[in-house]
């Protein structure tokens, strides 16, 4: 039971202890988008994709915003972005994915 009037709890409002491991959530978006988006893993970890080296604090600090505030969804976009020239070929592409910020 949680008490009201409590020094940790400032203004009579209970603070709410439930915490989630942000790592977790990553984990579970991967496995999600690999099944919803037709990811492999490796797409997920290379170039600028959410599980690279370059963005996963990126990552990580989006999804624990999203765990710890009132959020009820996390979007989740696939691009292809072309090594190429604007000739409109498609050989030479490479698909990122990136959690979009909240609007």
């Known amino acids: 039971m949680t008490e009201v009037d409590s020094p ?3 203004n009579g409002v209970a603070k709410d202890t439930f915490a989630v ?7 579970y978006l991967a496995k999600v988008i690999e099944i919803t988006l037709g990811a492999a893993r490796k797409d997920l970890e290379n170039g600028n994709s959410l ?3 370059s963005r996963y604090h990126d990552t990580i600090s989006r999804c624990t915003r999203f765990a710890s505030e009132n959020q009820v969804a996390l979007y ?3 691009d292809i972005a072309s090594a ?3 000739d409109g070929s498609i ?4 698909t990122f994915f990136e959690i979009c910020p909240r609007e």
């Open 91 to 94: 050989d030479g592409t490479s």
């Open 76 to 78: 989740v976009t696939k």
């Open 51 to 53: 599980l690279s080296k």
């Open 8 to 10: 940790a709890s400032p």
């Open 21 to 27: 491991d942000p790592i977790l959530i990553v984990e």
């Open 84 to 86: 190429g020239g604007l």
